[in-house]
C-alpha cells in the first residue's frame, strides 16, 4: 500500500469550489479498484491550506492503473482548476 497525500493552498472565495470538485472525484475514486482510501482534510491552524489523502494498493497501480483509466480524464477535468495551488503531492510508503 501506498499513500498519496496533495498538499493544496486553496483562497477562501475558492473553496466552496474546490470542496465541491473534490466531492466529484472522491465518487471516481470509490469506484477505482485500486484505490483504498481517501479523505480531505483542511488545516485548522491556516484556513488556506488543505491536505487530500489517498491510499492506493501500489504507486504503480495508481501511475499505471487508475491514471491510465477513462475515469482519470474526467477526473482531472475537476481538479484542473486547483493544480496551480498544489504545493506537494507525493507517495508515501507506511512505515509504522
Not at 493544496?8 to 470542496?19: E, N, V
Not at 480531505?40 to 488556506?48: G, I, K
Not at 486547483?82 to 507506511?94: G, L, P, T
Request: charged content about 25%.
Amino acid at each position: 500500500m501506498t499513500v498519496e497525500y496533495i498538499r493544496y493552498r486553496i483562497a477562501a472565495d475558492q473553496q466552496p469550489a474546490f470542496i465541491e470538485a473534490i466531492r466529484y472525484t472522491n465518487k471516481l475514486l470509490a469506484a477505482a479498484p485500486d484505490c483504498l482510501r481517501y479523505q480531505l482534510a483542511h488545516c485548522e491552524e491556516d484556513a488556506e491550506l488543505f491536505i487530500w489523502r489517498i491510499e492506493w494498493t501500489s504507486v504503480e497501480r495508481h501511475l499505471q492503473g487508475f491514471r491510465k483509466s477513462a475515469e482519470f480524464g474526467v477526473f482531472f477535468q475537476l481538479v484542473k482548476p486547483f493544480y496551480a495551488s498544489i504545493q506537494e503531492m507525493n507517495h508515501y510508503m507506511v512505515v509504522e
